[in-house]
Structures are given as C-alpha cells and as structure tokens.
C-alpha cells in the first residue's frame, strides 16, 4: 500500500519509488506500444499496485510506495509482452479466475473469464435438480489449468471428481493448483482422450463439464499472435470445423453419463445451433442453449434421460 512521502528505505522485497516517477514510466511504457489495460494488469498482478493505487497517485504524485518487483523487472516483462507478444499471464505465472488465483505456464491454455460461467451454471443446474451435497461423481473433460475442477471441488467438498486431459503438461498444471489449494483428494486427474480414462465410472458421472479446443483451424490461423503463437494448438482448434472435440463428447456422452446425468459444454459464438444438434443426436433430452454476459449462445446443457421407476 502507499507509503507517506517521508517514509525511508525499502522494505525486504520492497522496492520504493514516488508516485510521479512510476506515472512517467508508465507513460514511457506505452509511448513504446501495447495497450494500458495490460501494463496495469502487469503493475497490480506483479507490481502489486492495483487499480485504485494508480488513481491516487494521480492525484497525490508525491506518494512513496512499493512495488514488490523492481521496475526494471517490470519493464522486461513489459517489453517481452510487447516485442514478443507473450502473454502477461504467462510472463507472470499467475492468472486471477473466479476467486481464485491459478498458476499457469505455457504449454497450458489460459482460462478465459467466459469460462467462469460455465461453473455458475453448473452449480445452478445440480442446485435445481439434485441433492445439496453436490453430485455424487462429476468429471471435467479437458481441464487444461484445472480452473473448472478447482472451482467444482470447492463447491462440492462431498463428491469425487475427475478430471482430463490428453496433455501431461495440463495435468501437471491443474495438479499443482490442486495441490496449491489442497484440493488433490478430491479430484482424480486421468491422462487420455475425452471419456476413455473415465471407463471405470461409465452410467456413474452425475455432471460432467467441458470447455473443449472448438477453434475451427482458418479461424484459429488468423488469431492474434498473443494466442495462435503462445497458447497450445491443442486446447484451442476443433479441426476443420472446430466441432471435432464437441462431436467426440456429444457421441459418447449418452454411455458415459448416469442416468438423469448432465453434460454442460462450452462452445464457439456461432455453434449454438450445431452443438445442440449434436447432443440430441447423441441421445440426450433436454438439450438446452444458455447466452454469456453478452447474451451470444456461448453454452449448452443436457442431460441423459433419467431411469423410469
Ligand atoms: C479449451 S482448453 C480448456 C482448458 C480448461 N478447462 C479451461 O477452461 O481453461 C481444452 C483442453 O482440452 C485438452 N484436450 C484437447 N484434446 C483432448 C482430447 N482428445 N482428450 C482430452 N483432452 C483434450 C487440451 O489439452 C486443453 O487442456
């Protein structure tokens, strides 16, 4: 936090500097290139100067205060970000999701806020029709940092999870941040291809969410070098049509769900319509299309049909 002007020294790990100096670096810093949000992103996730700081420095530049890197690791980090098109996230470790904050690396996609949604919804359909204790066994096909099972497991201290992924380097990710929250008994985390690790549980996986690679490839090879040349190819392209990922799960979700099971899928702007085909082909009823914060089709739900008594 800010210091007052005529505090001395640096603290162990501390790194003073007056507010006007840091507001003429940063100007410096984006005379060169790159946008503000990210340089204040990069100040508050590795500077440890938030937002509201930034704004009382501009009103009382006279303030001392201290950064927890020194600035000229700010400025490498920026410049790298900048001339390399590295990803902040990547730069610093670390990305805020939710309420947690997950450590991420390259080799692993870094969760998008969008996805937070997927857990809200999650939630709300197992609150709607299932037991208050959460589902007996849930699953997340494809979990990359592990965000959706570190949020599901906090949710459901009660229940098993599983989660997969076909990249060992996603799962040594999502077990360190298992491990960083002690949640690593409550979730199994299973090296293979969508369903096929899950075979032990088939008719047995009460909710199972999925944030699938559904990037057609023309459009993944147009992205911005920050994500076509950084994040892993394998959790952002669905093939040709970006659909292969979400065909593989609907086709097989049927056998794999208990009965009365759900399957939550995230998907592209524009799959709405083929995404919930895919599910009803694949056996489920109530297939239902939910929106994003910006009402576009970004979600969908289903669920194998439940046992008659
Ligand atoms: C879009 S990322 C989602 C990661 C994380 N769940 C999230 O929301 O940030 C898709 C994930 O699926 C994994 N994946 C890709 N193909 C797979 C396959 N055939 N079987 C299992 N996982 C796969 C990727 O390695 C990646 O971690």
Not at 47 to 55: E, P, Y
Not at 158 to 175: K, P, Y
Request: proline share 7%; glycine share 10%; charged share 20%.
């Amino acid at each position: 936090m800010a210091a007052p002007a005529h505090s001395t020294g640096t603290r162990a790990g501390r790194h003073a500097i007056r507010g006007d100096d840091l507001l003429q670096w940063r100007r410096q810093q984006l005379n060169q290139g790159g946008q503000a949000a990210g340089l204040d992103w990069l100040l508050d996730l590795e500077g440890g100067v938030g937002w509201q700081q930034l704004q009382h420095l501009r009103l009382h530049p006279e303030t001392l205060l201290q950064l927890q890197v020194p600035l000229e690791r700010l400025e490498a980090l920026w410049q790298r970000h900048c001339n390399g098109q590295e990803p902040l996230q990547y730069l610093v470790g670390q990305c805020p999701w939710r309420d947690l904050t997950l450590q991420v690396a390259p080799g692993v996609l870094i969760p998008r806020q969008e996805t937070e949604l997927l857990v809200d919804l999650a939630l709300a359909i197992w609150a709607g029709a299932g037991s208050p204790d959460g589902p007996r066994r849930w699953a997340d096909l494809g979990t990359g940092s592990g965000c959706l099972a570190l949020a599901l497991a906090l949710a459901w201290p009660q229940s098993q999870g599983h989660a997969i992924d076909r990249s060992t380097e996603a799962l040594r990710q999502a077990a360190a941040n298992l491990n960083s929250k002690g949640l690593e008994h409550r979730v199994q985390l299973l090296e293979g291809e969508w369903w096929m690790p899950l075979q032990p549980h088939w008719g047995a996986l009460d909710l199972v969410v999925s944030n699938p690679p559904y990037i057609p490839r023309w459009v993944w090879r147009g992205l911005e070098p920050v994500v076509r040349d950084h994040e892993p190819a394998l959790a952002l392209v669905g093939g040709d049509d970006g659909l292969e990922a979400l065909r593989a799960i609907a086709s097989e979700a049927a056998r794999a769900l208990a009965p009365g099971g759900w399957l939550l899928l995230e998907h592209h702007h524009d799959q709405s319509a083929a995404v919930l085909e895919l599910l009803r082909a694949g056996g489920l009823v109530e297939v239902t299309p939910h929106p994003d914060l910006e009402g576009q089709w970004r979600f969908a739900s289903a669920r194998r049909a439940p046992e008659q008594p």
